[in-house]
Each structure stands twice: as structure tokens, then as C-alpha cells.
Nanobody, 121 residues
Framework: VQLQASGGGLVQAGGSLRLSCAAS????????MAWFRQAPGKEREFVAS??????YYANSVKGRFTVSRDNDKNTIYLQMSSLKPEDTAVYYC?????????????????WGRGTLVTVSS
């Protein structure tokens, strides 16, 4: 499966962005999907994931970000609100093709290219 994230950009603190991750090559309906991010000089960290139905979030984004999926469009989304400068990072989508719950960067077996989100203060 190939994953392509899009939707990043420059936004002011307090603003919103919606990221998309389009999958091709395979249907993702049975996959667990996730978003990670990597800020400059930092390790890649878990942001949010979604299994068939249930979403999971890092504490740092809980209440501000919403992960969702549209299996008909083979796409997942990350709606980001109340953005903070510390949310600035390259955001990556990832998949566990075996359907494993994703909470760690060691779990996915497919990664997409990232999209840059910059939040200005």
C-alpha cells in the first residue's frame, strides 16, 4: 500500500487544518491507520490512530485533534484545531496492514511521505 499525506501548511496559533492521507494499491478498510509527527531535532511521535471504529490520541492532542477514516475513499483524515506552535512538525500517516492497534512508531509496516505543518505564534 502507498500512502500520501497532504493538507499541511502555515497557520496561526489557534487556527485549524485538516490533513488527508490517501491510500493506493490496497484497500485500507481492514488496516489500522495512524498519524505521527516529527519536529526538528526530535524523535517521531505518535499523534492519533484509528482501528475499524475506535480512535486513540496522544495526551498532547486529545480534545484538539480528531482522526477519522472514509473507507469508501480509502482515505484517513486528521482534523486539527486550536493549533499551538508546539504542533509544528512534519506529519506522517502510517498503517498496520495486520490491523494491530497503533500507539508506537514500531507498530506500522507502511509509511507515507510527510506533510509539513507550521504553526506561527
Amino acid at each position: 500500500v502507498q500512502l500520501q499525506a497532504s493538507g499541511g501548511g502555515l497557520v496561526q496559533a489557534g487556527g485549524s487544518l485538516r490533513l488527508s492521507c490517501a491510500a493506493s494499491g490496497r484497500t485500507i478498510s481492514r488496516y489500522s491507520m495512524a498519524w505521527f509527527r516529527q519536529a526538528p531535532g526530535k524523535e517521531r511521535e505518535f499523534v492519533a490512530s484509528i482501528t475499524w471504529i475506535n480512535p486513540y490520541y496522544a495526551n498532547s492532542v486529545k480534545g484538539r485533534f480528531t482522526v477519522s477514516r472514509d473507507n469508501d475513499k480509502n482515505t484517513i483524515y486528521l482534523q486539527m484545531s486550536s493549533l499551538k506552535p508546539e504542533d509544528t512538525a512534519v506529519y506522517y500517516c502510517a498503517a498496520s496492514t495486520g490491523g494491530k492497534l497503533i500507539r508506537s512508531r514500531d507498530t506500522p509496516d507502511a509509511w507515507g511521505r510527510g506533510t509539513l505543518v507550521t504553526v506561527s505564534s
